[in-house]
């Protein structure tokens, strides 16, 4: 039977992901639109931002965080083209995300000394291969793969390389070991919700020592470059921005960093991801052909929510004709209004990807859940008929 009972907010997308309960353009009102973001109102705005988010995230004194161009992507291609070279890399990959820096360290920095450490999807890799006198670049959770580290333990304190760290999809959704990580880089577009373009760069001392101390090979383009006569541009810390930047976005950013402070902060982020994890967990405890693609639970991600369909009937099929069964069953989901973009990514194995960051409520993700039932029902259905 098709349900009857509808997500309130059917948005589930990996990113940009849904605006925080509540939210509408009617919060933007206060926007410094119009006004330079080097003009008072302007640097108060964008410090604001790095303040706030310092404080939720309670990131140790000493650490630097700066608004940067590109959204997380610049964030990273920042670190790796300004801080890698100085000593050899390890570049741990375990979904599409980690193999993409992968592919940039290997293809574009044509570093030589790489060692790469990779996994399958739903898995994660063997942390003890890593070599903790070189530099390691790694995703703290795989948005594709919906696989996490579990903790900081694997990684020493008495480090010789840095850790350089991808944890867009992890920020604001998970305990993060400060002391641990020397790059930390993420998006305003994932677990809090707001507009894209614009990335989040914090640096430990140990990594603004390395970019004081160390000169890449390569020429920087203006918008990586942090350091200007061997010393640190520290007004990019402080809302100096490289470029341009919306401020009609970092509004919004504001709003949801209010937002994140009113449901707990940190913790109360924390709480709100991992009972939209509980709530598919219950459910996939019960299900006949819904499995996680992350079996492992200390590795499962609250975040990127990845699931695998394991009915007889699907693992049958051959790759191609699973792609189109897992499109299928996404898109019945669409079409009825219950569910948007929960379709697996493309470089995945074929499978659904429901987002449960914070500003997902458990009670739509619980709405979304039989609407799945129903699509694999149709699905099933079509694929015995066409036997």
């Given at each position: 039977?098709?349900?009857?009972?509808?997500p309130?907010?059917p948005l589930?997308?990996?990113?940009?992901?849904?605006?925080?309960?509540?939210?509408?353009?009617?919060?933007?009102?206060?926007a410094?639109?119009?006004r330079?973001?080097r003009s008072?109102?302007?640097?108060a705005?964008?410090?604001?931002?790095?303040e706030r988010?310092?404080a939720?995230?309670?990131?140790?004194?000493?650490?630097?965080?700066?608004?940067?161009?590109?959204?997380?992507?610049?964030?990273v291609?920042?670190?790796l083209?300004?801080m890698?070279?100085?000593?050899g890399?390890d570049?741990?990959?375990?979904?599409?995300?980690g193999?993409?820096w992968v592919?940039?360290?290997?293809?574009q920095?044509?570093?030589?000394?790489v060692?790469?450490?990779?996994?399958d999807y739903?898995?994660?890799?063997?942390?003890?291969?890593?070599?903790?006198?070189r530099?390691?670049?790694?995703?703290w959770?795989?948005?594709?793969?919906g696989?996490?580290?579990?903790?900081g333990d694997?990684?020493?304190a008495?480090?010789e390389g840095?850790?350089?760290?991808?944890?867009t999809?992890a920020?604001f959704a998970m305990?993060?070991p400060?002391d641990?990580?020397?790059?930390?880089t993420w998006?305003w577009q994932?677990?809090?919700g707001?507009?894209?373009?614009h990335?989040?760069?914090?640096?430990?001392?140990?990594?603004?020592?390395?970019?004081?101390?160390y000169?890449?090979?390569?020429p920087?383009?203006?918008?990586?470059r942090?350091?200007?006569?061997?010393?640190l541009?520290?007004?990019?810390f402080?809302g100096?921005?490289?470029n341009?930047?919306?401020?009609?976005?970092v509004e919004?950013?504001?709003?949801?960093?209010?937002?994140?402070e009113r449901?707990?902060?940190l913790?109360g982020l924390?709480?709100?991801?991992e009972?939209?994890?509980?709530?598919?967990?219950a459910?996939?405890?019960?299900?006949?052909?819904?499995?996680?693609?992350?079996?492992?639970?200390?590795?499962?991600?609250?975040?990127s929510?990845?699931?695998?369909?394991?009915?007889?009937?699907f693992k049958a099929l051959?790759?191609a004709?699973q792609?189109a069964?897992?499109?299928?069953?996404?898109?019945?989901?669409e079409?009825?209004?219950?569910?948007y973009?929960?379709?697996g990514?493309r470089d995945?194995?074929?499978?659904?990807?429901?987002w449960?960051?914070?500003?997902?409520?458990?009670?739509?993700?619980e709405a979304?859940l039989?609407?799945?039932?129903?699509?694999?029902?149709?699905?099933?259905s079509?694929?015995?008929?066409?036997?």
């Amino acid at each position: 039977m098709k349900p009857q009972h509808k997500p309130r907010v059917p948005l589930f997308s990996s990113g940009p992901c849904a605006k925080r309960p509540g939210w509408g353009p009617a919060e933007l009102a206060d926007a410094a639109l119009g006004r330079s973001h080097r003009s008072k109102i302007g640097k108060a705005r964008l410090s604001d931002v790095i303040e706030r988010s310092r404080a939720i995230l309670g990131m140790p004194d000493g650490y630097r965080l700066g608004i940067v161009p590109a959204s997380d992507t610049g964030a990273v291609e920042m670190a790796l083209w300004t801080m890698l070279g100085a000593r050899g890399v390890d570049m741990l990959a375990w979904e599409s995300f980690g193999s993409g820096w992968v592919t940039d360290v290997t293809k574009q920095l044509k570093l030589q000394d790489v060692r790469v450490i990779e996994a399958d999807y739903g898995r994660l890799v063997d942390l003890s291969k890593v070599d903790f006198s070189r530099d390691v670049v790694f995703t703290w959770n795989g948005t594709t793969s919906g696989v996490r580290v579990p903790d900081g333990d694997w990684i020493p304190a008495d480090r010789e390389g840095l850790t350089i760290c991808d944890a867009t999809s992890a920020a604001f959704a998970m305990e993060l070991p400060w002391d641990k990580l020397d790059v930390v880089t993420w998006s305003w577009q994932k677990v809090l919700g707001g507009e894209a373009a614009h990335g989040m760069l914090a640096l430990s001392p140990r990594a603004v020592e390395r970019l004081e101390t160390y000169t890449p090979a390569w020429p920087l383009p203006k918008l990586f470059r942090m350091t200007a006569k061997g010393k640190l541009n520290e007004g990019i810390f402080k809302g100096e921005t490289i470029n341009t930047p919306s401020m009609l976005c970092v509004e919004d950013i504001l709003d949801a960093l209010g937002w994140a402070e009113r449901v707990g902060g940190l913790q109360g982020l924390i709480g709100r991801s991992e009972a939209n994890l509980a709530a598919i967990e219950a459910w996939v405890a019960e299900s006949s052909w819904a499995g996680f693609l992350a079996e492992d639970k200390a590795i499962r991600s609250p975040t990127s929510i990845c699931l695998s369909i394991v009915d007889p009937a699907f693992k049958a099929l051959s790759g191609a004709d699973q792609a189109a069964a897992a499109k299928k069953l996404a898109a019945l989901v669409e079409a009825e209004g219950a569910g948007y973009d929960i379709a697996g990514y493309r470089d995945a194995p074929p499978g659904l990807r429901i987002w449960g960051g914070a500003t997902v409520e458990t009670a739509d993700i619980e709405a979304l859940l039989p609407w799945l039932d129903w699509a694999w029902a149709q699905v099933k259905s079509e694929l015995a008929a066409a036997a």
